[in-house]
Nanobody, 115 residues
Framework: QVQFVESGGGSVQAGGSLRLSCALS????????IGWYRQAGGEQRDLVAQ????????NYADSVKDRFTISRDMAKNTVYLQMDALEPEDTAVYYC????????WGQGTQVTVSS
């Protein structure tokens, strides 16, 4: 079973940038798309960006479009999320996981954006 380990979170001021990393332990050819999810306190976990791990196609939620960029390094088995022009509303715990039937959640990485 593939494990997901997130890192790179932190505290920044509005307008700042962060780059999150998601290291995948092992490979599973059945996994096509990996996504970054976020969960703010007391709210549901939402998918904000996804990438087809094999072909590189991407898709974004409207709330992060044109500010966040998802990418992957197949040699390193890692997926990244470059977050620019951060807003206080981006404050959340960020997770990565499969897009289809996500499971085996990692601990996530906290992102805090102050105004």
């Amino acid at each position: 079973q593939v494990q997901f380990v997130e890192s790179g979170g932190g505290s920044v001021q509005a307008g700042g940038s962060l780059r999150l990393s998601c290291a995948l332990s092992g490979r599973d050819p059945s996994i096509n798309s990996i996504g970054w999810y976020r969960q703010a306190g007391g709210e549901q976990r939402d998918l904000v960006a996804q990438i087809n791990f094999w072909f590189g196609g991407t898709n974004y939620a409207d709330s992060v479009k044109d500010r966040f960029t998802i990418s992957r390094d197949m040699a390193k088995n890692t997926v990244y999320l470059q977050m620019d022009a951060l807003e206080p509303e981006d404050t959340a715990v960020y997770y990565c996981n499969k897009v289809i039937r996500p499971d085996n959640w990692g601990q996530g990485t906290q992102v805090t954006v102050s105004s």
